[in-house]
Every structure is written in C-alpha cells, then in structure tokens.
C-alpha cells in the first residue's frame, strides 16, 4: 500500500495546523482522507522558487502550487529584500495580471501584502500586457514590479514573475536573495496580509497613452505603411490582454484594416475556444486562419495572454497559409530592422542585437554581414534585460529576442513584447509588400543569401516528482556519455553551461565558457549542426532544440532542400533517443 513520505506529511500537518483558511485546510483534508497521495506529494513536495520565468504552478493549496499563501510569502520575501536593498528610501513597485483565473485575486493579494509593508503600489485596475508592466517600473521609477501570469501554460496555471528596477526579470544573485528572504519565513504569520488602502494608487489609460506614444516613435519604415495602409492584418489576442493595447498599437502604426478574431478578443482565463492559449500550436491559431482565408489577409497575428509573445501566418507561393515558428519571424524582425536602419543610415557600428544561444544562429549571420554586433545569451528573456541594461548608455540596441516567439524592439522596456512587435511585424509586412514581395518570399531570399537555417523543437513531458527525477537522469547520462555522431556527422564540441566547459571532443581539450551556470548542455556537429538540451524552468519539461542548415543555391531548390533537412533533423532526434 502506498504512503505518505513522512517530510511531506510534516509538510502537509504543518497547513492543517497553520494559520491558513478553513477552506484550504478542507480541500487538504479531503486529499488525505482520499488518500490522494501522488496529489499531495506534488502539491508539497517542494516550495516553488524563481526559474526562467520566475514562480509558476498549478493553482490550488500546498507549498509547491499557487495559491494566496505561496503568492503571499513570496511578496512578503521580496518586500523584506526591497526594504533592506534600499533603507531610507520610498520604496515604489507596479503590479499588473492578465486575463486568467484568479490573476486579479493574486494581483489584490500582492498588492495587500505591499501595502502592508509600507510600500507604495502603482496598481493597474485592468488587465494588461506584460511588457506595459515592465514600461511601467521603468517609467514610474519603481524599484520592482510584478506581474501575475502563467504566459501560455494550460489554464489550471498562474503565476508570478518578479521585476527590478531596471524593468527586468531579477537575475542572479538578485533572485537568489529574494528567494532567500522568501524561504526566511518559517511561518504564514509572518506574512502581513493586512491592506493600507493609502498606500495603493490605481493606473491605467494613462500609461497607455506613453507606452504606444513612445512605441510609435520607433517606426522605422513609416513611408511604406503610408503606401500599404490597407494592409489586411488578421489579428487574435487569444482571450488575453493583447486586445488592450495590439489593435491601438497598429493603428497608431499607421495600419487601418485590422480585422480581429471576435471568438476571441473577450478576456476570459477559461480560453475556451482553444486547447492551449500558445501562439506556437497550430491549433490555437484555427479561428484566426479560417478568418484570414475568408478576407484573403496579407498577415495572421496572435498574442498569448500575456500579450509578450506573438505567433504569425503568411502565405507561402502556393497561397497557402502557413505558419512561422519562432525562429523565422525573429530572423525576418532582425534583418528587416538592419537592413532598414542601413538604408536610412542610422547604422554607426555601434549598434547592437541579442538572441539566446537556442535561437537560430542564422541571425548571427546576418549581423556579422551588416556589422552589427550580436550577442548571444542563456534561455530566459531577463538574461537578455540584463545585457541591455548593462549596455545602456554605451551601445544601441535594435532589437533582440528568443525561438520561444518573444521579441523586443527599442529600449522601452526589458522583457518580450508582443504589442510592439506586433506592430513591427506588421510595418516589416508592409515594407516587403511595398518592394513587391511577400514575407514568405523575403524569407526565402534570406535563405538563398546566407544560408538555409532549419530548426525544430521537440519537448517531453515529465510531470511531477518522478518527471523531475527522470528529466535529472536524462541530463546526467548526456553529460557523462555525449553521442559521438549526431546526423551521420561526428560531434566535435560539447558545451556544458551547467559546468561552464567547452570541450573539443576531437583533441579533448577544455575551456571555460563566459555564462552564469545553467542547465544546458549544446553538441555542435562537424557540419555546423547544433543540438541543445535543458530542462524548462517554467514546465515540468525537458526540451530539445535542433538547428541543422545547409546551402540554398536558389528559390528553386527550397523544397527539395527544405526537406533535405527535415530528414536530417529527425536522424538527429533519433540518434538522441527522442
């Protein structure tokens, strides 16, 4: 017969007994009387911490799920870290949610919890994006933010991602030391729940109204617009919060035949038209493509419910809609902004990209050719935020962004952007569409000019306590036994970021790599392929990301070679055991 390991009954005595409400004490009675154990031991198995995304769980009660008190604590942490980070001073924070179940709850909580402590709350009254959060710390002069979402996960999720002054994701050694602050307190009475109403400001329309003025400004190619106005953009929030800002957005761009998805501009955390709320299934997009072959569009959009990633659809030379994955609209967002900063002469050489080392190399390609420096950073956007603001002043950044369909132009703020790239999306449209192409062909040019990049994605789930053990194995048995031959080509580098080693498996020397230790681990083939592992720091997944590419002599061949490297990369994925 199974039982409880008894650290966690501990765990879940310690609830029963605490000074929770009756509620939640009910629900985690009925769990053990159900002898539910599985459920309780991933409710209380661990105390959820900051990964890639910050905190993000499943709703409902227990250390490891979130819920009022595990939402609770961590505010009550990072207040004590920011009172203690910053003695004296008038300590100020923004606080927004997005369109899921329960966010405004968990907002009302975080913003309690604040106030309690003698902080002062910019609190939006609505739902907003993400990226106007960040807009928002930056702006307000706030010395954190937070923002409650769980991005594009199911919708038994939410979640909580923790800002800094600058309008980024903490980063080490910030995070670890508000999760220290926040593992300090040993109790939920140490948790001041108790609102001070004075010290709550609400906000709204007003930094709206900044954000898309200041976004406008950005506009690269505004001539191009003028002449494509009538545009057909086909755009969804996905029951989110894009709908807030994404449609005035492209307006104030310039663009006047917007053409929403009205299954699904309502919010409503339920995402009841959709399986999953990501921009990066083909099915979430259904609605939206069935609307784009009704009005013959030029360009599908749609954002998550946070609104800071943005999936697309054009039509391909068959006038077929398809989709882009993330690396392809984030090379065609790069090389349009260079080229079109190049041809207005903006470009100094002091100038500036970021992309994640998962995302295509093909965009470092394209900025070695303009001479344009790229830098690559570890997965997770506020890796990128850090680079920016460590860069402020000294360089300009263009734009930046990651395969997982984030993507950020301007300095505004330090996190994805779906509004403004959105819009980005549209102008880059517009300009193509104004030399006679489409951006399916624009795309392929690129290809033909540097190279035809394939990547692919696969991620496997493993929920769970024992998920977790087996995505630790998986790891481990990578790192100490690396495939000698990837794709039929031998695999002459093993990056290990977790150990910060390079190896050069052909002369079996070392050297160290520049990063913060990661979980990840990259095998580069002698024919330029490169494979990447690493478990998510958001989801109970391990993910592996495959970047193959090969010569495109001309427009002729895409086909063939395009699948030429399907091929190549489902031998790879075979040789890995995935």
Known sequence: MQELDPTILQKVNSWLQGSYDADVKQQIQALLDQEAYTELTDSFYRDLEFGTGGLRGIMGPGSNRINKYTIGTATQGLANYLKKKYPGEKVKVAIAHDSRNNADFFSGITADVFSAN??????????????????????????????????????????????????????????????????????????????????????????????????????????????????????????????????QALKRFGFENVILVDEQTTP??????????????????????????????????????DADRVGIAVKNTDGEFILFNGNQTGTMLINYLLTAWEEKGKLTGNEYIVKTIVTTYLIDAIAAAKNVTCYNTLTGFKYIGELMSSLQGKKTFIGGGEESYGYLIGELVRDKDAIV????????????????????????????????????????????????????????????????????????????????????????????????????????????????????????????????NEPLASKADYKKVDAQLDAKVATIMTDLGV
Request: with cysteine; proline share 5%.
């Open 118 to 247: 003698g902080i002062h709350v910019y609190f939006f009254k609505a739902l907003r994006p993400t990226p106007e959060l960040s807009f928002a710390v930056r702006t307000l002069g706030c010395k954190s933010g937070v923002m409650l979402t769980a991005s594009h996960n199911p919708k038994e999720y939410n979640g909580y991602k923790a800002y800094g002054a600058d309008g980024g994701q903490f980063v080490s050694p910030e995070d670890k030391a508000v999760m220290d602050e926040v593992a300090a307190i040993s109790d939920i009475s140490q948790v001041n729940f108790s609102r001070i109403a004075a010290n709550i400001e609400e906000i709204g329309e007003e930094i709206d109204a900044q954000y898309l003025d200041q976004i406008t400004l950005l506009s690269v190619s505004p001539d191009a617009i003028k002449r494509q106005k009538d545009l057909k953009i086909v755009y969804s929030p996905i029951h989110g919060t894009g709908i807030t800002l994404t449609p």
């Open 421 to 548: 790239s959105s819009a980005f999306i549209a102008e880059m449209t517009a300009y193509y569409k104004d030399k006679g192409s489409s951006l399916f062909e624009a795309l392929i040019d690129t290809y033909v000019q540097y190279g035809f990049y394939k990547e692919k994605l696969i991620s496997l789930t493993k929920k769970g306590k024992t998920g977790a053990e087996e995505i630790k194995e998986m790891m481990e048995k990578y790192r100490t036994n690396p495939p000698a031959t990837l794709g039929g080509s031998k695999v002459i580098t093993l990056k290990d970021y977790e150990k910060g080693i390079e190896t050069d498996l052909t002369t079996n020397t070392t050297k160290k790599l520049d990063f913060p230790a990661s979980d990840v681990l990259q095998f580069i083939t002698a024919d330029g392929s490169i494979i990447s592992a690493r478990p998510s720091g958001t989801e109970p997944k391990i993910k592996f990301y495959c970047s193959v």
């Open 268 to 305: 409503d955390g339920n995402f009841p038209t959709v399986v999953y709320p990501n921009p990066e299934e083909k099915e979430a997009l259904t609605l939206a493509l069935k609307k784009a072959q009704e009005v013959d569009a030029d360009l599908v959009l749609a954002t998550d419910p």
